[in-house]
C-alpha cells in the first residue's frame, strides 16, 4: 500500500527528442547570429586602428619637424613626404646637412594594412585632378608646408585592410594630416570614378 502511493506521487516530465533539437536549432541559429555580428565589429576596430595609425603617424612626423631639425641624430633641412598612387606606405625623406660627402640623406618608410587608393588636388571642385604621386615639403619650426606644383591641399583616399575608404586632407596652411567625414569622403570617391 504504501508502495502505491509514493509510484503515484512520482509522475515522469521529460523533454521529448523534438523539443530538444528544436531548442538546439535556435541556439544554433542566436550563435550563428552573434558571431557574424562580432566578425563585423571585429573588423571595424581594425580599420579604425590602422585610420588611427595613420593619423598618429603624420601628426608625431609633423610635432617633431615643429620643434626639431633632427632625426636619428642628424640635423637635416628639410623633411620630404611622398605619396605614391597604389602604394602601402608613405615615403619620408630627410635632407641631411651634409658635413662632407659621407653623410646621406634618411630615408625611412611608415606603412600598415592599407593601400593609397586615390590622390587628388582641387577637391572642392566638381571634378577633382587626379595625381599619381604627391610631393609635401616641410621645413623644421615652420607650420607650413610646400605642395607639390604649389596647390593648396591634396586629399589622400586610403584602403584600409582591402574593406574600408577613408578620406584625408592636407591643407598648405597649417600641414596637418586631417580626416574628412566619411559622407563627404564618399562624395569626393564618387566625383572620382565618374
Known amino acids: 500500500m504504501i508502495k502505491e502511493r509514493k509510484n503515484k506521487n512520482i509522475s515522469c516530465k521529460a523533454f521529448t527528442l523534438v523539443e530538444m533539437i528544436i531548442v538546439l536549432i535556435i541556439m544554433g541559429i542566436l550563435l550563428m547570429f552573434t558571431v557574424g555580428l562580432s566578425g563585423q565589429q571585429i573588423q571595424k576596430v581594425r580599420n579604425k586602428s590602422v585610420k588611427e595609425s595613420i593619423l598618429a603617424e603624420m601628426q608625431t612626423r609633423y610635432s617633431r619637424n615643429l620643434w626639431s631639425s633632427s632625426f636619428a641624430w642628424k640635423m637635416y633641412n628639410t623633411m620630404d613626404v611622398k ?75 586610403t584602403r584600409v585592410n582591402d574593406s574600408k575608404d577613408y578620406c584625408f586632407e592636407i591643407k598648405q596652411k597649417n600641414c596637418r594630416l586631417t580626416e574628412i567625414s566619411e559622407e563627404n569622403c564618399n562624395i569626393l570617391i564618387d566625383k572620382i570614378d565618374k
Not at 83 to 102: A, C, Q, R
Not at 115 to 133: G, H, Q, R, V
Open 83 to 157: 605619396l605614391t598612387k597604389w602604394e602601402k606606405k608613405f615615403n619620408f625623406t630627410y635632407d641631411v646637412i651634409k658635413k662632407g660627402h659621407s653623410d646621406k640623406d634618411i630615408e625611412n618608410t611608415f606603412s600598415d594594412h592599407f593601400e593609397i587608393k586615390y590622390l587628388t588636388f582641387n577637391a572642392d571642385s566638381a571634378s577633382p585632378t587626379e595625381e599619381n604621386s604627391v610631393n609635401i615639403k616641410y621645413s623644421p619650426y615652420k607650420i607650413s608646408c610646400e605642395i607639390w606644383e604649389n596647390k593648396n591641399n591634396v586629399v589622400i583616399v
